[in-house]
């Protein structure tokens, strides 16, 4: 890599409106899953194209096919009117195509300069120019905006800005044609707008984007086009500006949606866990309070503070100062185990990393947090073990061969379900969910809610972390906003406007990110 | 996508299976060529001495197997041998009890394993390194211990239990269905056994589960342990003496036996009955290499192409399913 991060995006050479890739009968089996049937569809150069579809549809599939990631089982991909093969990535790189996968697929040991230059070192003499790299990788970063540093280790960032230099990654590579694929999902308006920003500002240069995402308001506001999948088959390509929500959701799920927020409203009932000048890693002098019956949302920008406060008062991380009270009465929590036999479920952020077995199977996942109470004191009884999985697999419309499917094998939003299911069963009193419907479609959403409910009705109090203002802003009856660590705001169910709360968010946030992430 | 025809079946449980009852047409199909090659292998006599041979290295394999699926490894378990052999045989002569001696000694093993997951645990040491430390210093205490003599055992009905058969089948290989099926239940039918693979998977994700991760790996080194103990009683009456330098390079022997058994190295993948037959199988190898007078040192070799060979092919199948 030798001062191509100057030049950053060489203009694509066809003209605007021809087709630069057709897929012609493209098919993709697993064993005991036809993901992608034969899809015929054609790609203008130039246009932002989005796809949608139910979770499992088959949209990042399709994907790492166009990527080379995996081999298709049948049917022609043309690039530019020839035949590609699309072996190997680095195929689909040399002809100008990258993507921006659903999971990060980083290294999380190396810097975020080595990172954007994996592949393709600047190095002289065979010695590698490092500060000339993080240097540029800072140059590129902050031309595009992002407010993130180069030289610190990746894992050290959150999922949201390591999606960030994802992206930032793909577009120093010379590249004709960028897929995202839920580029969103951990990103907080802000970061959004920055990324919709370098997408608009990369079409303006010819480049071609796949723009995959359950959010229709994000599709609305991006898309030339839009092409919905249902089980792994093209229903449809529309114009924007000649469909809309109803449409797209009749398309995809095959059923319309009346109400995509269910909420109920209980009247709360005693405190179940209050916390008082809580303070820790990551956060100070947090007071909150968390009733029966009440939803209470957490609302900040990426490392505001609330994924650490709700680990630590979950036990995985110690306190530093202040109190934890559950049901009245002091108590210590140092350890999830501690707070698992209070009462309380968290259902973690991250689902690689802290959420999911990967390499076991979907029936292990689901009932891991139970297996106290469907085995005696030696034996597990095998048909509870096979109910529970079955009604969570029923519930959450999980997608999966079979329950002993290994979860990996599953899509990224049929995973997050998993991550959600497995404590749905477990009758906890406090539920924690944090980002709860990453990844996950607007039907099964729906669903998600419902359940809410459901477990409101029980008794049972939630806290609900999330990015995404609309999800938190009409389910929450409390509101609290964090800015880099700290509650700055209170409102009650719909008692402040977006705008409002966007700002308190934000407010004061000018310098860079650099160690608090 | 759809879902062809749910097949209500797992496919994880008929793939264990499968690759099983594959080792055991591998194991016959050994057992009728040697049978047919030399004519003193199907002999009532050879056959008791291979499944002797056979059974204490598998029931090393199965407490190595359950350090594996957790993502570790247990290098000590060949030193523990000869440490064991050492305790139960100076107990054995100064008079205590048989069966006293013998639960002292597994106790003995219990307290290294839990030494180890303390290491691991609480000092934060890599399974390698600390089993690592104690394969080399167990033979060193065992060898101040004896000033580095060997013991001879001065107890007949000790040394008689592992030369007497039962039902025709040797003493020892009882001594594998002994360990092996409360070891199958424990791994495929217990909590216990799905907290080894989850944190074997993912100890993040499993510790936020509520399961208890320390004591998941304290369980499984102390479980090594003490079959590795056990080992060392039985080893101690088929020779007679206590002598901390035997059992030497049994570790490898274990893990290639449970490695062989379909157990893989990066964790949350293995059985019970995998390793089992695992062990056999190399038994049986070193057993018709003897008979057919191949060099000791071939044998050697044999060994490792068939530790490339089942697991490479192992890893194909897996990978196309
Ligand atoms: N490696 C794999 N092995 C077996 N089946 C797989 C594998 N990857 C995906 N599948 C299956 O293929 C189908 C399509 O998955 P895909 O990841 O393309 O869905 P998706 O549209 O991207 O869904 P999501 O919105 O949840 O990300 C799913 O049913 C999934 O279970
Ligand atoms: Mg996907």
Partial sequence: MTSTAQELHPAPTLEPGRTILELKGLEKRYPGTHALKPVDLAFKAGEIHAIVGENGAGKSTLIKLLTGVMPRTSGEVMWEGQPAALATPHEAMALGINAVHQEVVLCRHLTVAANMFLGEEDSRFGILQQRAMVRQAQKIIDDLGFDLPAHVVLGDLTIGQQQLIAAARATVRGTKFLIFDEPTAYLTRKEADQLFTLIRRLKGEGVTIIYISHRMEEVFELADRVSVLRDGTLVGTRNISETNDAELVKMMINRSIEQVYHKEHFTPGAVIVEARNLSGKGFENVSMSVRAGEIVGLYGLIGAGRSEFVTTLYGRHRKSAGQILWEGKEVQVNSEHDAIRLGMALAPESRRDQGLCLNLPVSLNLNLPIYKRISNNLLISNAQEKTEADRQIADLRIKTPTRNALASSLSGGNQQKIVIGKWLAHGAKLFIFDEPTVGVDVGTKAEIYRLFGALLSKGAGIILISSYLPEVYELADTLHVFRRGKLVATHGFRTADHEEILTQALAEKQEKLGGQT | ?321
């Fill in chain 2, 1 to 321: 996508m759809s879902t062809e025809a749910i097949p209500a079946e797992k496919p994880k449980r008929n793939y264990n299976a499968l690759f099983g009852l594959t080792l055991l047409a591998l194991l016959v199909l050994l057992w009728i060529i040697l049978s047919v090659a030399t004519p003193s292998f199907a002999s009532a006599n050879n056959i008791s001495n291979l499944l002797r041979q056979g059974s204490m290295i598998a029931i090393l394999a199965v407490g190595q197997t359950f350090v594996i699926i957790t993502g570790g490894i247990d290098l000590s378990v060949g030193a523990v041998v000869g440490f064991a052999t050492v305790i139960v045989a100076m107990l054995i002569n100064a008079g205590v009890p048989l069966f006293l001696a013998i639960l002292i000694t597994l106790l003995v093993g219990v307290a290294i394993g839990m030494f180890h997951g303390f290491g691991i645990v609480k000092m934060g040491l890599p399974p390698f390194i600390i089993t690592l430390a104690t394969l080399t210093s167990l033979r060193g205490i065992g060898l101040l211990m004896t000033n580095g003599n060997s013991i001879s055992i001065n107890n007949d009905a000790f040394q008689l239990f592992s030369r007497s058969s039962f039902l025709g089948v040797p003493n020892l290989f009882w001594m594998v269905i002994l360990v092996g099926i409360p070891a199958y239940i424990f791994l495929h039918h217990s909590r216990w056994g799905r907290y080894l693979f989850s944190v074997g998977s993912n100890a993040e994700a499993s510790r936020l589960s509520g399961v208890n991760v320390q004591r998941t790996i304290y369980m499984a080194y102390t479980l090594s342990g003490l079959c590795a103990a056990f080992v060392g009683v039985l080893l101690a009456s088929r020779i007679g003496i206590g002598n901390p330098t035997q059992a030497e390079g049994w570790e490898l022997q274990a893990i290639a036996s449970s490695v062989i058994g379909g157990t893989s190295l990066f964790g949350a993948v293995g059985s019970v009955h995998g390793p089992l037959l695992g062990a056999f199988i190399l038994a049986t190898i070193n057993n018709g290499a003897n008979l057919l007078n191949v060099n000791a040192f071939w044998q050697r070799i044999i060994t490792g192409a068939l530790i490339i060979v089942i697991v490479y092919f192992d890893g194909l199948r897996r990978r196309g399913k």
